[in-house]
T-cell receptor, first 116, second 118 residues
Framework: AQKVTQAQTEISVVEKEDVTLDCVYE???????LFWYKQPPSGELVFLIR??????QNEISGRYSWNFQKSTSSFNFTITASQVVDSAVYFC?????????????FGTGTRLQVFP | GAVVSQHPSRVICKSGTSVKIECRSL??????MFWYRQFPKQSLMLMAT?????????EQGVEKDKFLINHASLTLSTLTVTSAHPEDSSFYIC??????????????FGNGTRLTVT
């Protein structure tokens, strides 16, 4: 069965610190997609990244970077030089099957608080 | 700008009444939309898949008679919480994808509807 685990419930850091949010997934499919979403206090879900199971290249986007390791079934997310505006709940999610399967299995989320 | 519009953003209703939530795809047609539910400080759980022109597919444990889904057009899906009770108070959020979306395009989420049943 598919499952996404975000073991860190809450993380607090001081501005400018680097922080890594962990995500471990379980799936029997060989084709699957992994996502990260940000949910600020206002509630909307902000898409951050989508990665398919065949692309293990790490990705960097500004202060954000993602480390995809199939060997450990992990898709960790690092924020470099964190800022107060990064404070939010971050969700890792998994979808299985072909491209058009958009049923997402979400992790329980990690609440990040960045203090000035 | 937003590509999926959800309305209302907040609603307070009395126990026993029904509430309708709309999810619209803007500038694109969505044959499939998804409805999620999120309890306070918890994760999002998929409730159902809304299919244009046919019956919705509900996830295990979701009461189809309680949560009525109608996807009457390619740009609109509605979720009606019937005979709402305080335990139905939650954050409801829909999602849709452009059918001709390119690889790595995002699944678009609405801004969510916070339902409070008193």
């Amino acid at each position: 069965a598919q499952k996404v685990t975000q073991a860190q419930t809450e993380i607090s850091v001081v501005e400018k610190e680097d922080v890594t949010l962990d995500c471990v997934y379980e799936t029997r499919d060989t084709t699957y997609y992994l996502f990260w979403y940000k949910q600020p206090p206002s509630g909307e879900l902000v898409f951050l990244i989508r990665r398919n199971s065949f692309d293990e290249q790490n990705e960097i986007s500004g202060r954000y970077s993602w480390n995809f390791q199939k060997s450990t079934s992990s898709f960790n997310f690092t924020i470099t030089a964190s800022q107060v505006v990064d404070s939010a709940v971050y969700f890792c999610a998994l979808s299985e099957g072909d491209y058009n399967t958009d049923k997402l299995i979400f992790g329980t989320g990690t609440r990040l608080q960045v203090f000035p | 700008g937003a590509v999926v519009s959800q309305h209302p953003s907040r609603v307070i209703c009395k126990s026993g009444t029904s509430v309708k939530i709309e999810c619209r795809s803007l500038d694109f047609q969505a044959t499939t939309m998804f409805w999620y539910r999120q309890f306070p400080k918890q994760s999002l759980m998929l409730m159902a898949t809304s299919n244009e022109g046919s019956k919705a597919t509900y996830e295990q444990g979701v009461e189809k008679d309680k949560f009525l889904i109608n996807h009457a057009s390619l740009t609109l899906s509605t979720l009606t919480v019937t005979s709402a009770h305080p335990e139905d108070s939650s954050f409801y959020i829909c999602s849709a994808r452009e059918p001709t979306a390119i690889y790595n395009s995002p699944l678009h989420f609405g801004n969510g509807t916070r339902l409070t049943v008193t």
